[in-house]
C-alpha cells in the first residue's frame, strides 16, 4: 500500500487563492503556466508546468518548458507533476540533479478514457517517477467505473481522475479505491468535473473516507436536481459515502458487473430505471414483484437485492396529515412512483383510481391492482389528490380536498399553488422523498449490519 495515499489537492491557478486553500488541502498544486511563481510557499506543494497538448496554458516550445522545468525545480517543490511523455534523457537528468523533489508521471486525455488502461499506464513507468496519475475524459459514468475499478488493480502510487461531467464522483471515489492524491479548487469547475474544497470536506466528509468505505449511489437520467446525497451523507450509520451517477437504460448491464467490482452498499434508482434494473436483481421483495418497479437496490452478501420505497415513504408522508383507509384517492400518472403508489393505498384501504393521458397504461395498472383507470381530462371527485407527472398538467384540484405532489424541485410546484387557492391541504413532495429515503436508510444499514465485510475490497 503507498504510504502517501489520499491526500487532498488544491490546485490554484491564481497565486491569490494560495493562502485561502493551503489551511483546507494537504498539499497545495499551483500551476505554474497559468502565473509566474515568486516565491515558493510555506506549505507542501506541487509544482506544475502543464505543456499545452495536455491542458497547459503556456505557449512556449518544448525546449523552452524544460528549460523553465529545471529552474523551478531549483525552488526545491515536495513534488513535480511532469508529462509522463517527456523525454526520458531529460526526466533522468533533473531526478538525478533533484533526488528530493518527487517526481508524478502524468497523462491527460481530454477527449475519452483509452480502453486499454492497463497499456496506457505499462507505457507510462519510468524509475524516476514515484507516482502516477491519469486523467481522462469520461464520456459515461460507465468511463469512471471502469477508471475507479481499474485503480484497484494497479501496484504502484497512483491516482486516478475522469474529468468532465460524468467523471465528478472520481474525485470521492479517488480515496476509497487508493488514490495517491485527490484534487479539488477553491470554487467547483463542471468543466473538469471538479468539486470545491470545502464540497469534499463538508458535504463528502472526505477526510472520513477510506478503503473501507462503501459507496451509495443515485443512478438515472437526469440526476443533476436530486437533493439525495444532501440527505443521506449527514445520516449514515457505518462508514460510507453517497454520490449521483447518471446513467442510461442502455448502460444498466454493463454498469452491475461493474459496480460488483467496487465497494458498493447500495443505490436509489429513479427514472428511467425502475425497471431496467429488475433483470440485475437475485432477488426482488415481494412488494416490488407486485409494484413492477425498483428503486432501491442493496448489495449483500454475493446478493443483488431490489425493492421499493416509494409506495410506503408516500402514504407515510400523506397520513401524517389524513388517513387513506376508504377515501377516494386520486392518482396522476402511470409511472413507476404511481403505481408503487397505488399499490400501497390500495394495502392501506384507500379507494384508488389511476388517471393518465393514455388510457392502456392506467388501465394495465388497474387490471394488475385493482384500480379504476381513466383519461386525465376525466378526473373527478376525489378526498386526496397525488400527482406524480413531472410537468404541470394545469389540473384545478378541488376545493379543500388534500393535495399531494411527488415532485420536490420546487417544493411549491404550480399545482401546489392552485391548490392553497382553492383552499385544499398540501402535502409537498420533500416529505415524500424524506420518508421514501429514511426507508432505505433502514434497508441499507439493516444489510451492513447482517454483513458488515460483505462488499469491503
Excluded at 469534499?200 to 477526510?207: D, G, M, S, T, V
Excluded at 439525495?228 to 442510461?248: C, E, I, S
Amino acid at each position: 500500500m503507498v504510504q502517501e495515499m489520499g491526500m487532498l489537492v488544491a490546485s490554484v491557478t491564481n497565486p491569490d487563492e494560495i493562502d485561502q486553500v493551503s489551511h483546507m488541502a494537504d498539499i497545495v498544486e499551483l500551476r505554474l503556466d497559468h502565473f509566474p511563481l515568486t516565491k515558493r510557499p510555506k506549505c507542501p506543494v506541487i509544482f506544475t508546468l502543464r505543456k499545452k497538448e495536455q491542458g497547459g496554458a503556456l505557449k512556449i516550445s518544448e525546449e523552452d518548458r524544460l528549460l523553465q522545468i529545471e529552474k523551478l525545480l531549483e525552488h526545491l517543490p515536495d513534488y513535480f507533476d511532469i508529462e509522463a511523455d517527456t523525454d526520458p534523457r531529460f526526466i533522468e537528468k533533473i531526478a538525478k540533479k533533484f533526488p528530493k523533489v518527487k517526481l508524478i508521471g502524468s497523462y491527460h486525455d481530454f477527449e475519452k478514457t483509452p480502453l486499454d488502461l492497463d497499456a496506457l499506464l505499462k507505457g507510462m513507468i519510468n524509475p524516476h517517477f514515484s507516482f502516477y496519475k491519469l486523467a481522462l475524459q469520461a464520456q459515461s459514468t460507465l468511463d469512471m467505473l471502469r477508471l475507479m475499478s481499474f485503480s484497484l488493480s494497479v501496484k504502484v502510487p497512483f491516482t486516478a481522475i475522469s474529468m468532465g461531467e460524468y467523471g465528478a464522483p472520481s474525485r470521492i471515489l479517488g480515496k476509497i479505491v487508493g488514490n495517491a492524491f485527490d484534487y479539488a479548487g477553491l470554487t467547483e469547475d463542471r468543466s473538469l468535473g471538479r468539486y470545491s474544497l470545502q464540497t469534499l470536506n463538508e458535504l463528502f466528509h472526505y477526510r472520513k473516507l477510506n478503503q473501507q468505505t462503501l459507496i451509495y449511489a443515485l443512478i438515472g437520467d437526469p440526476v443533476e436536481k436530486s437533493e439525495g446525497h444532501l440527505f443521506h451523507n449527514p445520516r449514515f450509520d457505518h462508514n460510507a459515502v453517497y454520490v449521483k451517477l447518471r446513467l442510461l437504460g442502455e448502460e444498466v448491464p454493463e454498469f452491475f458487473q461493474l459496480v460488483k467490482k467496487l465497494p458498493f452498499g447500495g443505490l436509489s434508482v429513479t427514472m428511467p430505471l425502475k425497471e431496467a434494473v429488475f433483470l440485475q436483481m437475485d432477488e426482488v421483495t415481494l412488494d416490488a414483484k407486485k409494484i413492477g418497479s425498483i428503486n432501491t437496490v442493496t448489495f449483500g452478501h454475493e446478493k443483488v437485492m431490489g425493492s421499493n420505497t416509494d409506495g410506503m415513504g408516500a402514504l407515510n408522508a400523506l397520513e401524517k396529515h389524513t388517513q387513506v383507509k376508504n377515501k377516494q384517492l386520486a392518482i396522476l400518472g402511470a409511472g413507476g412512483t404511481a403505481r408503487a403508489i397505488a399499490f400501497e393505498a390500495k394495502r392501506r384501504g384507500a379507494i384508488v383510481s389511476i388517471y393518465n393521458r393514455t388510457k392502456s397504461r392506467c388501465e394495465t395498472i388497474g387490471k394488475e391492482l385493482g384500480c379504476d383507470a381513466y383519461l386525465l381530462n376525466e378526473l373527478q371527485g376525489y378526498d386526496i389528490l397525488i400527482n406524480t407527472i413531472p410537468e404541470d398538467i394545469s389540473i384545478m384540484p378541488i376545493a379543500n380536498t388534500f393535495v399531494m405532489d411527488v415532485v420536490y424541485s420546487p417544493k411549491e410546484t404550480a399545482l401546489l399553488a392552485r391548490a392553497k387557492k382553492q383552499g385544499c391541504k398540501c402535502v409537498y413532495g420533500e416529505e415524500m422523498f424524506i420518508e421514501q429515503a429514511l426507508l432505505q436508510q433502514a434497508t441499507w444499514s439493516l444489510n451492513f449490519k447482517n454483513n458488515p465485510v460483505a462488499r469491503l475490497v
